[in-house]
């Protein structure tokens, strides 16, 4: 069995090396020559994704394939790169799993968000998602590919969290009254792949994020009193200096319900709220 990464960052690591655990061979984009040696030195077939011949061939015989890369001014480059070279290997792989964000919902003012919410994007990068979750949809359609699609909320685990932050000393309580987020876990993140790759559905789409949005200064105090450190202070949202990122993250409030995925797949998070996941990460030495 044989697995194809457009983007092997963060989640595509995670997800590769839990199918390397079931026996399956990895292959990988590689942008440089140095990025494509540090893969080979990992046992994983780099492929240069501006090389048609060098994308067929790790492509040849593929079973499944996870694009993590985001989406820019100019549509998915992974799109362009991806499914020509399928063609050209003339490979069908039983899943095709495409990684979007909550950001394609905008903003709802604290109200839950399902599958089926408008997407009303209000940044640019989120407009930019919604027209690649479009794109991968029509193409998979028109080619016969069971093309998934999977939308995150923030991201977090070991080396990425409210904890490491904190002992970065960047840690901050933002307070915005009424705000909430949601989140999932690296390993949940794993877990709702993994479920899809075993049931496939073609033109899917799951929201995999924990069961308790929440405001995210209560996460900041929680793991400030996980490490026994002080809480830091709280920072008014309009404080000045505040970076535009900062300020577009902060202008969706949404609760994102993860019911058809626990429906569907059978999938259920195993941090199912943030406290049980940051307990998870320092105990595991994170």
């Known amino acids: 069995m044989r697995l ?15 199918l390397r655990a079931r026996g399956w061979d990895i292959a990988a984009s590689a942008r440089s020559p140095r990025q494509a040696e540090a893969l080979r030195a990992a046992g994983i077939t780099p492929a240069d994704p501006d090389d048609k011949d060098a994308m067929s061939a790790a492509l040849t015989g593929v079973n499944a394939v996870l694009i993590t890369s985001p989406p820019g ?33 905008g903003d709802f003012e604290g109200r839950w968000v399902f599958e089926t919410s408008p997407l009303k994007a209000q940044s640019v990068e989120g407009a930019r998602r919604v027209g690649a979750e479009r794109d991968w949809r029509q193409v998979g359609r028109g080619m016969g590919l069971t093309v998934t699609t999977f939308r995150l909320p923030g991201i977090y685990g070991p080396g990425r969290s409210a904890l490491d932050r904190l002992r970065a000393g960047e840690g901050r309580r933002i307070v915005k009254p009424g705000q909430v987020f949601s989140r999932v876990h690296l390993d949940d993140i794993v877990s709702g792949l993994l479920a899809s790759l075993d049931q496939p559905r073609a033109g899917g789409i799951y929201n995999l994020c924990d069961d308790e949005p929440a405001p995210p200064q209560d996460v900041m105090e929680y793991a400030a009193r996980l490490l026994g450190v002080p809480v830091p202070p709280d920072l008014p949202f309009n404080t000045l200096g505040m970076s535009p990122a900062t300020r577009r993250f902060y202008a969706e409030n949404k609760r994102v319900s993860n019911a058809l995925a626990k429906a569907e797949l059978g999938w259920r998070p195993a941090y199912p709220t943030y406290r049980e996941g940051l307990k998870a990460i320092l105990e595991g030495g994170g």
Request: one cysteine or more; proline letters at 6%.
């Open 73 to 105: 001014p100019d549509g998915c480059f992974a799109l362009e790169s991806v499914i020509p070279a399928l063609a050209q290997a003339q490979a069908f792989p039983d899943w095709i799993g495409y990684l979007s964000t909550t950001g394609v919902y």
């Open 4 to 18: 194809f990464v457009f983007g092997l960052g963060y989640v595509g690591t995670a997800f590769a090396q839990a």
